[in-house]
């Protein structure tokens, strides 16, 4: 799992509340990114972050803001959670060396009632 | 367990044969692919990649196929297990800047029968 770590593992919550999801990472990677699964759907990309302060979003960011205060935390913040947002969040890392691979931590399924 | 995968295109392979599982990538500018594992419950697991200048990549009971012609991907596991039951999907990087932006595939499930 490279060293990362999701908290929480599972989260039931209600319409209209906030929620925030942590990436936590022990290997000193740069880039960190946040996707969500669905069925029918591959990994779509939230938002990523290539360095500490510096993020960027991806092809479904609507709704979720993220954060990065330190290299090894990686936030993602449901500010006003959604029904739609009922998913598996996936946080990973790239991998150093140059290759583009990415590590992916072990996930937290986020029920939204 | 995980709700993904409901839907999802299913190979059935008896243990001990061979599995090959197919995927077609969108975007010719692609460089770089990735074959992911998921088991249920759990964060997709890194196989193997491979460069778009190869077409060809061995690992351990794994071997990757590239055809850049007709964008197509292939995985081929050896003498399969019931460990390898789980949803395959692949990646692909297309070059934009340094970020590493992968667009994934919807996976196919392999179920390995006694």
């Known amino acids: 799992d490279a060293g990362i770590t999701q908290s929480p593992r599972h989260k039931v919550t209600e319409t209209g509340t906030p929620v925030t999801l942590r990436c936590h990472q022990t290997?000193?990677?740069?880039?960190m990114y946040w996707y969500r699964q669905d069925p029918g759907h591959g990994l779509r990309l939230i938002h990523y972050?290539?360095?500490?302060?510096?993020?960027d979003k991806g092809e479904v960011s609507d709704g979720y803001s993220v954060s990065r205060s330190k290299t090894e935390d990686f936030l993602l913040t449901l500010e006003s959670a959604t029904s739609s947002q009922t998913s598996v969040y996936f946080c990973?890392?790239?991998?150093?060396?140059?290759?583009?691979?990415?590590?992916f931590g072990p996930g937290t399924r986020l029920t939204v009632l | 367990g995980e709700s993904v995968g409901l839907h999802l295109p299913t190979l059935s392979v008896q243990e001990g044969d061979n599995s090959i599982i197919n995927c077609a990538y969108s975007?010719?500018?692609?460089?770089?692919f990735i074959w992911y594992k998921q088991e249920s419950g759990k964060g997709p697991q890194f196989i193997i990649d491979?460069?778009?200048?190869?077409d060809k990549r061995q690992g351990q009971r794994v071997t990757v196929l590239l055809n850049k012609t007709v964008k197509h991907l292939s995985l081929q596991i050896a003498a399969t297990q019931p460990g390898d039951s789980a949803v395959y999907f692949c990646?692909?990087?297309?070059?934009?800047?340094?970020?590493?932006?992968?667009?994934f595939g919807t996976g196919t499930r392999l179920q390995v029968t006694l």
């Open positions: 990973a890392i790239r991998g150093q060396g140059g290759r583009d691979t990415q590590y």
């Open positions: 290997e000193n990677h740069r880039y």
């Open positions: 972050s290539y360095g500490v302060k510096d993020t």
């Open positions: 975007n010719s500018a692609s460089d770089y």
């Open positions: 491979i460069r778009s200048n190869m």
């Open positions: 990646a692909e990087n297309a070059p934009t800047g340094t970020a590493s932006k992968l667009t």
